[in-house]
């Protein structure tokens, strides 16, 4: 598995914005995606947005026109700004990697830790 480390989270009243950040470190032969899921108190997980190693992006209709997704290939990073934050938008966002590792052929895919955001007055 890589290391994912996450940062960003935080409190932040609605209509504001915040910015997450996750890297990702290891033995890494080719990065096939990166993203955020979000996982709200007692529900599933759902995809929030994606980004394709070639750069194409996906993302949930409730991000769609607020949150931006974008990599650094460089650097194994991916990042999420969002901004009109709504209450709603309020969950712990993980961060992942599918990648192929220096030692397999497998398609493989490693979670940070989350991150919470929490949108309130």
């Known amino acids: 598995q890589v290391q994912l480390v996450e940062s960003g989270g935080g409190l932040v009243q609605p209509g504001g914005s915040l910015n997450l950040s996750c890297a990702a470190s290891?033995?890494?032969?080719?990065?096939?995606?990166m993203g955020w899921d979000l996982q709200a108190p007692g529900k599933e997980r759902e995809l929030v947005a994606t980004v394709s190693g070639g750069g194409t992006t996906t993302y949930a209709n409730s991000a769609k026109g607020r949150f931006t997704v974008s990599m650094d290939n460089a650097k194994n990073s991916v990042f999420l700004q969002m901004n009109s934050l709504k209450p709603d938008d309020t969950a712990v966002y993980y961060c992942?990697?599918?990648?192929?590792?220096?030692?397999?052929?497998?398609?493989?895919?490693?979670w940070g830790q989350g991150t919470l955001v929490t949108v309130s007055s």
């Open positions: 992942y990697i599918r990648y192929r590792p220096t030692w397999s052929l497998s398609n493989l895919v490693s």
């Open positions: 290891g033995n890494i032969f080719r990065v096939s995606a």
